[in-house]
């Protein structure tokens, strides 16, 4: 099955610089690649997601990058902001052909915005 | 607008006592789901349904019943506690078709003593 490793598991940034999260994938199957914002207390939530036939996507602050050769994906945070501490999760989905397809995460990285 | 609704919110358990952690979704979503998050574990699948009637094992099903009499509900049954199962529990529904978000409830804290 599809494994998801996810680097660093924690990270400490100054307000305004970027923050990076790494993660690779092992299953060449996976072609969609969902990053999750879970903040204390709360249910993790849907940020920014990726397919494999794009090489990179922006949101605002936010970017993800895929590198389907090397099987690894990113996350960019730029001009973080207090509000952007919280712990994020990379995933990676096979392509779906019918049926359910399970949806494999990392392990998580808890990201601090020291003001 | 509630989405995915998880109770209770949190409870302590002693090894052995039986409990069931209730699910309800109100987005008409075929999909359910039921995960545990450990630390350094990230978040591990339990059980999983298509559609009312219809479930299936994940990735860690042992210790844990699940049924879907509704496509709205989606319980989890915890059938003999044990310390093991101690974890926060998140619920989590989606579409079938076209769809790709996974929504999350808000979590349940569990402790087993």
């Known amino acids: 099955g599809e494994n998801v490793e996810q680097h660093p598991s924690t990270l400490s940034v100054q307000e305004g610089d970027s923050a990076v999260i790494k993660c690779t994938y092992s299953?060449?199957?996976?072609?969609?690649f969902p990053w999750y914002k879970q903040e204390l207390g709360k249910g993790p939530q849907l940020i920014i997601d990726?397919?494999?036939?794009?090489g990179e996507k922006k949101d605002q602050r936010i970017a993800v990058t895929l590198n389907k050769t090397a099987k690894h994906f990113s996350l960019h945070i730029t001009e973080t902001q207090p509000e952007d501490s919280a712990v994020y999760f990379c995933a990676a989905r096979p392509a779906i052909s019918g049926g359910y397809q399970k949806v494999t995460f990392g392990t998580g990285t808890k990201l601090q915005v020291i003001p | 607008n509630a989405g995915v609704t998880q109770t209770p919110k949190f409870q302590v358990l002693k090894t052995g006592q039986s409990m069931t952690l209730q699910c309800a979704q109100d987005m008409n979503h075929e999909y359910m789901s039921w995960y545990r998050q450990d630390p350094g574990m990230g978040l591990r699948l339990i059980h999983y349904?298509?559609?009312?009637?219809?479930?299936d094992q994940g990735e860690v099903p042992n210790g844990y019943n699940v049924s879907r009499s509704t496509t709205e509900d989606f319980p989890l049954r915890l059938l003999s506690a044990a310390p093991s199962q101690t974890s926060v529990y998140f619920c989590?529904?989606?579409?079938?078709?076209?769809?790709?978000?996974?929504?999350f409830g808000e979590g349940s804290w569990l402790t087993v003593v």
């Open positions: 349904s298509v559609g009312a009637g219809i479930t």
């Open positions: 299953d060449s199957a996976s072609n969609y």
């Open positions: 989590a529904s989606s579409y079938r078709d076209g769809g790709n978000t996974i929504y």
């Open positions: 990726i397919r494999s036939n794009v």
